[in-house]
Nanobody
Framework: QVHLVESGGGLVQPGGSLRPSCAVS????????MGWFRQAPGKERELVAT???????NYADSLKGRFTIARDNAKNTVFLQMNTLNPDDTAVYYC?????????WGKGTLVSVSS
């Protein structure tokens, strides 16, 4: 059974940084795309960033320049470097991994940006 386990969320002050990570276990599959989505209170889940096995990254336009996604293909792990965080970034961040035929979600990690 495939499990996506996120870690590295938490409480941070405005202007701070976090680097959550997500490790996929239980599968020897090659995930064509891995990434992050987020859901803020009262809002729909939205794209943060995705990255392919060839390291082609795609970002939400509003997050370009502040967030950077990276992956370790050998370890089926994806990372999200988040800089200059502000209260609007407060959300549950969900890890995502997709093969050519299916996709998986993690349970999410909470990121709270507050002074």
């Amino acid at each position: 059974q495939v499990h996506l386990v996120e870690s590295g969320g938490g409480l941070v002050q405005p202007g701070g940084s976090l680097r959550p990570s997500c490790a996929v276990s239980g599968s020897a599959c090659r995930f064509n795309s891995m990434g992050w989505f987020r859901q803020a209170p009262g809002k729909e889940r939205e794209l943060v960033a995705t990255i392919t096995t060839g390291d082609t990254a795609n970002y939400a336009d509003s997050l370009k320049g502040r967030f950077t996604i990276a992956r370790d293909n050998a370890k089926n792990t994806v990372f999200l470097q988040m800089n200059t965080l502000n209260p609007d970034d407060t959300a549950v961040y969900y890890c995502y991994a997709a093969t050519t035929s299916t996709h998986y979600w993690g349970k999410g990690t909470l990121v709270s940006v507050s002074s």
